[in-house]
């Protein structure tokens, strides 16, 4: 399973950008889902940037490559996403069943799956 931690952003999209974290200063890489799906590995442990159709609902957080493939429920074209409470409590309505930008640290095999 992919999970992609996101930010949900509104910013210019670039090729590549600079993320200040507490600890360093990461490379941010402009993908798409496809190919993050055909690629994992190439990713993982990486901040991306992708735009996407969200989902934000309980146990069912994810971002799709069209609308339509959350619509008729083709996962295999999706990512989960770990989304922070805050998002929940603030700017759930904002961001859900929309096209959005999303920025944030791939990881593959979450919970040893």
Excluded at 28 to 51: A, H, W
Excluded at 65 to 77: F, S
Aim: hydrophobic fraction near 35%; proline fraction near 2%.
């Amino acid at each position: 399973m992919l999970a992609l931690f996101i930010i949900f952003s509104g910013c210019e999209v670039k090729d590549k950008a600079q993320i200040t974290t507490k600890d360093s200063v990461q490379t941010t890489t402009d993908v798409s889902i496809i190919q993050l799906i055909s690629n994992p590995e190439k990713f993982d442990g990486k901040y991306v940037r992708l735009i996407g159709f969200v989902r934000l609902e309980f146990e069912g957080d994810a971002i799709y490559l069209h609308e339509d493939d959350y619509k008729y429920g083709l996962t295999r074209n999706g990512l989960w996403l770990d989304v922070s409470e805050d998002y929940y409590r603030k700017d759930r309505q904002k961001f859900d069943q929309k096209y959005v930008l999303v920025e944030g640290p791939l990881a593959q095999n979450i919970g040893g799956t």
